[in-house]
């Protein structure tokens, strides 16, 4: 069930916008493959056997656009998921948190992360001041 898009998000068009911007082979490659893996809807271990699960950038970030563009309906699913494949999990559930979150917007995460989360007034007042940036806003 989606939290708080009025449309669904096209995965494949999503990726391949990606793949246009990404200028190192590694990433393409790997974005590549991440296509492949969700068009079979892969399992865990195959996952990060050509994804990757380490703290490596090459091993991590395109972890976590596959973790998002696998669940991206639920921002909760989203974050279990990317924590269920192991390894560098705060590296790649922070990405994945982080997309997932410009996604769906704050009212996405469920109260009991935010009212658990340290330092949230700062992210707050943060969060608001790069909105402030982005829109001009005073």
């Given at each position: 069930m989606k939290e708080n898009r009025a449309q669904e998000l096209d995965v494949k068009a999503f990726l391949d916008?990606?793949?246009?911007?990404?200028?190192?082979?590694?990433?393409?490659?790997?974005?590549?493959?991440?296509?492949?893996?969700?068009?079979?809807?892969?399992?865990?271990?195959?996952?990060v056997r050509l994804l990757g699960n380490g703290v490596e950038a090459f091993n991590s970030v395109p972890t976590a656009i596959y973790c998002f563009l696998r669940k991206y309906e639920s921002f909760r699913e989203t974050m279990v998921y990317a924590i269920s494949l192991g390894g560098d999990t705060d590296t790649i559930a922070s990405m994945t948190g982080a997309i997932s979150?410009?996604?769906?917007?704050?009212?996405?995460?469920?109260?009991?992360?935010?009212?658990?989360?340290?330092?949230?007034?700062?992210?707050?007042?943060?969060?608001?001041e790069l909105w402030k940036l982005k829109t001009g806003i005073v």
């Open positions: 916008r990606l793949m246009e911007f990404t200028v190192n082979d590694v990433y393409r490659a790997k974005l590549r493959i991440a296509k492949e893996l969700l068009a079979v809807d892969a399992d865990r271990r195959t996952i979150g410009a996604y769906h917007g704050v009212n996405a995460i469920p109260k009991e992360w935010l009212e658990k989360l340290e330092r949230k007034d700062y992210i707050k007042r943060l969060a608001e």
